[in-house]
Nanobody, 117 residues
Framework: QVQLVESGGGLVQAGGSLRLSCAAS????????LGWFRQAPGKAREFVAH????????LYADDMKGRFTISRHNAQNTVYLQMNNLQPEDTAVYSC??????????WGQGTQVTVSS
């Protein structure tokens, strides 16, 4: 059974930082592309970033470039999202996903990030 479990969310003031983690089990972690997505209340889910199986092939959504950093530790089956200079508009549920061939096969439940102004 595949599980993706996010952690590290919380409440932070504008300008602050958080580091999200996503621990995976039940899959050949190092063979998957790992991604982060977010969904704000009343809005559609949006792409944040992804990283290829080797830690390369990294892509960010335009709004996150320069503020967010995705990384992975294959030996620990974990992917991270370092978020700096957070703003109220970054408030959302952040979820990780694992996939291949441009399809996301597995999803975590998400972790809430709330940024106060």
């Amino acid at each position: 059974q595949v599980q993706l479990v996010e952690s590290g969310g919380g409440l932070v003031q504008a300008g602050g930082s958080l580091r999200l983690s996503c621990a995976a089990s039940g899959l050949a972690f190092s063979t998957y592309t790992l991604g982060w997505f977010r969904q704000a209340p009343g809005k559609a889910r949006e792409f944040v970033a992804h990283t290829g199986w080797s830690g390369g092939n990294i892509l960010y959504a335009d709004d996150m470039k320069g503020r967010f950093t995705i990384s992975r530790h294959n030996a620990q089956n974990t992917v991270y999202l370092q978020m700096n200079n957070l703003q109220p508009e970054d408030t959302a549920v952040y979820s990780c996903a694992a996939g291949k061939s441009r399809r996301w096969d597995y999803w975590g439940q998400g972790t809430q990030v709330t940024v106060s102004s």
